[in-house]
Every structure is written in C-alpha cells, then in structure tokens.
T-cell receptor, first 112, second 113 residues
Framework: GENVGLHLPTLSVQEGDNSIINCAYS??????FIWYKQESGKGPQFIID?????DKRQGQRVTVLLNKTVKHLSLQIAATQPGDSAVYFC???????????FGKGTLLTVNP | GAGVSQSPRYKVAKRGQDVALRCDPI?????LFWYQQALGQGPEFLTY????????KSGLPSDRFFAERPEGSVSTLKIQRTQQEDSAVYLC???????????FGSGTRLTVV
C-alpha cells in the first residue's frame, strides 16, 4: 500500500492502550466537525461527529472533545486494537456550507 | 448499491491523454462531491452536485477538469490533457442532503507518466 506516513504526524501505541489524536481546526465559525479514519487504499470512513454546541460526544470506544476557545478537536480511542491502525483526519464544515475542509492527518500505528 | 462505487480503481495515463473517472453514488443520495487527495495530504474539495445541478465547481484546479451528473445519479470527472501534477487519488462522496451523512468511495488512483 501507499506510504502516507512519510509526511504525516505519527502516533504509535501498544494494543490495549488508549489513543488520543489531536487536531487544530482553521475557522472559528465552523459549527460541525467530523473525524474520519482512512485505511490504505480506501476512502475516508466516518467515525464520529460533533456540533459546535457540544463539548463532548461519545460513541463505541471513541470520544470526541471540542474546545472552541482554542479551536481544538481531539479523538480518543479506548483500548486501541490493531484494526485501528490507519490515518485519522478531522474535518470541519462552516454553517450551511457543504464543503468538508480536512485537517492534516495523523498516522496511528498499533503495536501488538 | 450498498456504498459509493468508483471506477476504475487505478488509472495510468500518459501525459496529454484524456481520462474519465466514474462515480456511482448511493441510490437516492441527492448530494455528490468530488475530492482530490495528494499523497500524504487530506482530501481537497473539487466540486459539488445537488441532483443534476453542479452548484459549486470552485475547487476544480483548471479548465482541463470537467464534471457532470446528467441524470442526477452517476457522475463522471473528466480530465483533459493530463499533466503530472494531476496524479492523485480522486474521491467521490455522496450524502442524502447537505451537511451530514457523507459516504466516500474508495477512490481512483490516477498516475500520469
């Protein structure tokens, strides 16, 4: 598969540990945020979303935190598994706009 | 279908050749998007359709790029006189409406030699 890791921030964790992936978004007026997971050779896959009127949202093994004061988004993955290894992107949408603006991805590697 | 389908999965084109990339969105999805993803980067917006209407083509990098969705379902992204800088993965996404539920296809990897 392609080696996207050459240009990306990387995070390496042990299987079973918790992972935290961070993202700084660009527009203070953005009001909808999505985390995507992208495996090699595949398109981005929706993980979890959050609207700007919330600070935290939980899914299955994942939690997204939003700090609007510093325009920061984080994705927490509990009990990380080898299948979680992928590139993770945050994306933002402004108001009624439909365009997803993607942040810089993070390559997560889970060591067994 | 169950997901967004793109074809071909891989395309190698000689510089100057025209290419056509196809996207089959999820049935019934009104909105369709094309994104370009360079190696090691996040996807970047190219164009947006609502049914058959192309409402935004502001992300198309040049007039060599053209997209259509004539019947409001299948879409084609055409690149004329390809150049090396066009090498990228071209992703299609669809959604039932604006601002939610985007589903991406696996993309077409275009390599211009």
């Amino acid at each position: 598969g392609e080696n996207v890791g050459l240009h990306l921030p990387t995070l390496s964790v042990q299987e079973g540990d918790n992972s935290i992936i961070n993202c700084a978004y660009s527009n203070s007026a953005s009001d909808y945020f999505i985390w995507y997971k992208q495996e090699s050779g595949k398109g981005p896959q929706f993980i979890i979303d959050i609207r700007s009127n919330m600070d935290k949202r939980q899914g299955q093994r994942v939690t997204v935190l939003l700090n609007k004061t510093v325009k920061h988004l984080s994705l927490q993955i509990a009990a990380t598994q080898p299948g979680d290894s992928a590139v993770y992107f945050c994306a933002e949408i402004l108001g009624s706009n439909y365009k997803l603006t993607f942040g810089k991805g993070t390559l997560l590697t889970v060591n067994p | 279908g169950a997901g967004v389908s793109q074809s071909p999965r891989y395309k190698v084109a000689k510089r100057g050749q025209d290419v056509a990339l196809r996207c089959d969105p999820i049935s019934g999805h009104v909105s369709l998007f094309w994104y370009q993803q360079a190696l090691g980067q996040g996807p970047e917006f190219l164009t947006y359709f609502q049914n058959e209407a192309q409402l935004d083509k502001s992300g198309l990098p040049s007039d060599r790029f053209f997209a259509e969705r004539p019947e409001g379902s299948v879409s084609t992204l055409k690149i004329q006189r390809t150049q090396q800088e066009d090498s990228a993965v071209y992703l299609c996404a669809s959604s039932p409406g604006q601002n939610y539920g985007y589903t991406f296809g696996s993309g077409t990897r275009l390599t211009v030699v």
